[in-house]
């Protein structure tokens, strides 16, 4: 069949010998009694309409719809299923909508502007983190009165506890701006920072990460941004590439565990100390298990360093202890660095163990008290092509060659490394191994690196006020309704109008029943000074 001619007409043979799916699928019964079921539960769904007492929002970086569509295939397909029918963790969620993800001067996104709509609710310039669209990349003056805070610094100011969990550095774009502001994203430390920024007084994101919000657990990787020049690595005393990188000589890991006097703080960087960590005992726990990110999950060495779903089950277990609840960022951050590197496999595996931390995060927690979103930063260009047969491998080749009769595989970038043009002709990967971690997809357009996607991404709900999370919305929609749904922030009127779940009580001004029992007038001053007070707070 590698004629132009008979590639259609042998194409078409082998579907009319293949048998497509499992034999029930071919009696029209299977689909209306699936529909009816699924219709079934759509009608008998009631709103959750609680206070939300804990917040858990899990962010695949560049977990765009192929991303999750191909994930879900490859994740039955790890289980010997043909994949296509298999249902995600993130499948369940019975609430979904779109967000919008341009920055104010970019159609296509990056991480940091990304954060700052979702996080702080505000829509910004690329690559600033925690500032309004007024500050510039990367000019240290132009931050100065432009900050903008987060969810997480909201949840704190009411009293919950507060987390990060990542698979990057802890001071990458994503994590940084739960705590950070600053007009480059590139200032992990002093040491990345121009003399200018520093002299004009600006800081850099690892040294924020202490001095900013007072965060309950933190993990990820970023040893070598919290130590001075010079300073050896526990598990890699050898590369230098490793050590410690702060020109200022402060131990950042040190002084954090100064600042908790009083209080149980723990700091881990590997395995062993992190399983030893006790979540009843422990009040404060940073744990960095790399120099900079964290490995790839189907790399990563698990007698050294725990996988997404057992740093995010550490970390509900020591922020639930709080009874005014908490707030979880959980973030799959090297989803988008396997995209970046054209590595489908890698990019596709991450996903997978993230949604096995999504799981890991409802068995945790009561959804009638929790809400719980999954969502995603920003897409990729990343496509899902050609006419492979059900059940084939996702990360193999269509079955259906192209007019140079070459094959090519079913995921594809638009731009990247993998551009392998040479003298006109695409490569033959009839005997290459597209399975394999490293392979590289071929792509369009030559780049060292892939670029993100600009199209809307999903948002993926569940537990009290889930239905907020609808339509088609701008990604900083985002922030204003988990603060809504939490009781944290600003408005507040989710609070006043509604008893709680839990014994969660609102910040600022405590109603009781009486209170939402007594006179018009009284309740209205209440809401208004609540939302005075808030104001200047925040």
Not at 97 to 103: D, N, P, V
Not at 452 to 462: C, K
Request: with cysteine.
């Amino acid at each position: 069949c590698y004629s132009s001619l008979l590639s259609i007409v042998c194409y078409s043979s082998l579907l009319s010998i293949y048998v497509s799916g499992p034999v029930e699928e071919e009696n029209p019964e299977f689909w209306r009694a699936q529909g009816a079921k699924a219709l079934q539960a759509a009608l008998n769904m009631k709103l959750n309409t609680n206070v939300a007492k804990n917040i858990m929002l899990f962010l695949g970086d560049g977990m765009g719809i192929t991303t999750i569509t191909a994930a879900r295939i490859l994740k039955g397909q790890m289980h010997n299923q043909s994949g296509e029918e298999t249902v995600m963790t993130m499948d369940t969620f019975p609430h979904a909508g779109l967000l919008k993800t341009y920055s104010v001067d970019f159609q296509i996104p990056d991480s940091s502007s990304t954060a700052t709509a979702y996080l702080c609710g505000v829509k910004t310039n690329l690559n600033t983190v925690g500032v309004n669209a007024a500050a510039r990349n990367g000019i240290c003056k132009t931050q100065k009165g432009n900050e903008v805070t987060s969810i997480l610094k909201w949840a704190k100011d009411a009293g919950k506890s507060v987390g990060i969990v990542t698979t990057t550095r802890v001071q990458h774009a994503t994590p940084a701006t739960t705590y950070a502001h600053s007009a480059s994203r590139k200032w992990y430390s002093d040491a990345d920072m121009p003399a200018s920024a520093k002299k004009e007084g600006c800081t850099d994101i690892a040294s924020q990460l202490l001095n900013n919000t007072d965060i309950d657990v933190i993990i990820g990787g970023g040893r070598k941004y919290m130590t001075p020049k010079g300073t050896w690595d526990p598990e890699y005393p050898r590369d230098l590439a490793s050590s410690g990188k702060r020109q200022d000589g402060r131990h950042l890991i040190s002084d954090w565990q100064k600042m908790k006097v009083g209080k149980v703080a723990r700091y881990v960087w590997n395995r062993t100390d992190f399983d030893a960590v006790d979540p009843d005992t422990t009040d404060y726990l940073m744990a960095l298990f790399e120099p900079g990110d964290l490995r790839f999950d189907v790399e990563r060495d698990p007698t050294m360093d725990p996988s997404i779903a057992e740093t995010t089950e550490k970390a509900i277990r020591i922020l639930s202890k709080n009874p005014k609840g908490f707030f979880l960022l959980v973030e799959g951050g090297r989803i988008d660095q396997g995209h970046h590197a054209s590595r489908a496999s890698m990019a596709l595996h991450e996903t997978v163990a993230f949604d096995n931390a999504v799981a890991k995060g409802l068995e945790l927690t009561n959804e009638e008290e929790t809400l719980t979103l999954v969502t995603a930063d920003h897409s990729h260009a990343f496509t899902f092509n050609g006419y492979p047969f059900r059940g084939q491998s996702i990360l193999g080749k269509s079955p259906l060659y192209g007019k140079d009769m070459l094959p090519y595989t079913t995921l594809m970038y638009g731009n990247g490394p993998g551009y392998k043009v040479v003298d006109n002709k695409r490569p033959d990967i009839r005997n290459v191994d597209t399975l394999e971690k490293d392979y590289v997809q071929l792509s369009a357009v030559p780049l060292d690196t892939e670029t993100h996607g600009g199209e809307d991404v999903a948002v993926l709900a569940r537990g009290p006020m889930a239905h907020l999370f609808h339509g088609v919305q701008e990604q900083s929609y985002l922030a204003h309704a988990m603060a809504y749904a939490g009781c944290v922030g600003r408005d507040l009127r989710h609070c006043e109008s509604r008893p709680q779940h839990t014994n969660t009580q609102r910040i600022l001004v405590t109603t009781t029943d009486d209170d939402r029992n007594s006179a018009p007038s009284q309740v209205s001053s209440i809401s208004l000074v609540t939302a005075l007070l808030a104001a200047v707070l925040h």
